[in-house]
């Protein structure tokens, strides 16, 4: 078995159930806990805002790791049990009292259109719902400023990473128990919001990638009941991936949890591997339940055993060489690349003549001539041609010729 635990934030694995319907209300989270993630964050109280789910095209594709889009605007809105912070501090106590004692629990502070109201009613109100949750047993704190969201408000009369440096920084001095940020990609810069987090003392911080987003078939009247769905999508992991991997690169070394898109254990072991410790999970949690929670979790351990990743320090940003690689050894690569390209010939076997290549091909490179596709001397080893043959005539173990060409 694989060491999933988290030390510095003493959680048993890096999964954290997400703020979400899956973590809104006592029963919820108790029964979001079954699946033995590391933290489960109940969901910020006062909004209820959430129905039921559409995922597009399939659960099975989510799951497959496939590409899919995730929308919460479907069906009856979620329930909302808590309607003051008092019976959110009850809630936070039942469960805690109700779940296994290795589940840390996490508390969501406030709504992000707190903030848009302005003024200083609300960082007062953020303190004091701080205090309260810690009081009531939660194991750490999340401030709430994601999309969709907190990026999203139309009305922004404050410095957004002013704000997030200057909450952060008066939370952490409210209370003992860690204070996590989660923070948006969109509508703002991700790495100034991240270090913003980090200089006002977070103990982790979780960018987040969701986004607002127009869903319909051409078949546009019977799509969907309201307009506007999309929130969450497979597409979300490359860009998620690239902000944890600029964050590492610039020098923020501190835990991160990000989320977005991660619906299956293969994507999960990405995110870790581009330099994020922990990862949410959200809509796959939603949509699928605490099996597939488990799932996740121990397809993640299984492969870490099967690869002798001993633990997640030892898996956390090792695609980092790659994101960090030196212009030249990028450069060696690339031309690898080509020159394979360049020298590969058409495999006359597999050729049907179909003339895709030389579609595709816009330095007459290639040519087809009696039926059989042949290079030419202006071949510059683009490789257009080999994405376009659909019969192999015309393919080579990329993967390997980059791998051989340089270390890294
Ligand atoms: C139905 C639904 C409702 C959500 N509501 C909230 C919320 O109230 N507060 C919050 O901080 N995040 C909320 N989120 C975002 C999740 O906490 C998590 O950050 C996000 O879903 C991760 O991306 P993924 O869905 O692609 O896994 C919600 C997500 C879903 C799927």
């Not at 020098?251 to 989320?259: R, S």
């Not at 870790?272 to 339940?289: D, N, P, T």
């Not at 299984?302 to 090792?318: R, V």
Request: charge should be neutral; aromatic fraction near 8%; charged fraction near 25%.
């Amino acid at each position: 078995m694989a060491d999933l635990k988290i030390k510095r934030l003493n959680m048993e694995n890096p999964f954290v159930i997400a703020s979400s319907p899956a973590t809104q209300g006592v029963a919820a989270v108790v029964k979001s806990a079954k699946a033995l993630p590391g933290a489960v964050v109940m969901r910020n109280f006062g909004h209820g805002a959430g129905g039921g789910s559409y995922v597009y095209p399939s659960l099975q594709d989510m799951l497959e790791g496939k590409t899919v889009l995730q929308s919460h605007a479907e069906g009856t809105q979620t329930k909302d049990d808590f309607d003051s912070l008092e019976s959110y501090c009850e809630g936070l106590h039942q469960a805690r009292n109700q779940m296994p004692d290795s589940v840390r629990l996490w508390a969501s502070i406030g709504h992000f259109l707190d903030t848009e109201a302005g003024g200083l009613d609300w960082e007062r109100e953020w303190r004091r719902q701080a205090q309260e949750m810690e009081r009531a047993g939660a194991d750490a704190v999340e401030l709430h400023f994601n999309t969709p969201g907190i990026a999203a408000v139309r009305n922004r009369v404050y410095d957004f990473y002013r704000m997030i440096y200057n909450t952060t920084r008066d939370i952490k001095s409210a209370v003992k128990i860690p204070v996590m940020v989660k923070l948006p990609v969109e509508a703002c810069d991700p790495l100034r919001a991240m270090e913003a987090a980090v200089l006002g003392g977070a103990d982790s911080i979780g960018p987040t990638a969701r986004w607002r987003g127009f869903v319909f078939d051409l078949d546009w009247k019977r799509t969907l009941p309201r307009p506007g769905s999309g929130y969450g999508t497979s597409g979300a992991l490359p860009v998620i991936c690239f902000t944890v991997a600029e964050a590492r690169k610039n020098g923020i070394k501190t835990p991160m949890y990000a989320g977005g898109g991660i619906y299956s254990w293969e994507a999960a072991a990405k995110m870790i591997m581009a330099g994020s410790e922990m990862v949410q999970l959200g809509s796959v949690a939603c949509c699928a339940g605490p099996k597939a929670v488990q799932d996740i979790i121990h397809g993640l351990d299984a492969w870490m055993n099967q690869k002798e990743y001993a633990d997640i320090a030892s898996l956390q940003g090792c695609a980092l060489k790659l994101f960090d690689m030196p212009k030249e050894t990028a450069v060696k690569r690339t031309k690898a690349l080509g020159k394979a390209y360049m020298l590969e010939k058409p495999d006359k076997e597999k050729c049907n003549g179909c003339g895709k290549c030389a579609e595709a091909c816009w330095y007459e490179g290639i040519e087809v001539k009696e039926g059989i596709a042949a290079k030419t001397k202006k071949c510059i080893g683009c490789g257009y041609c080999f994405s376009a043959c659909p019969t192999g005539a015309l393919s080579l173990d990329a993967g390997q010729i980059i791998g051989d060409a340089t270390e890294i």
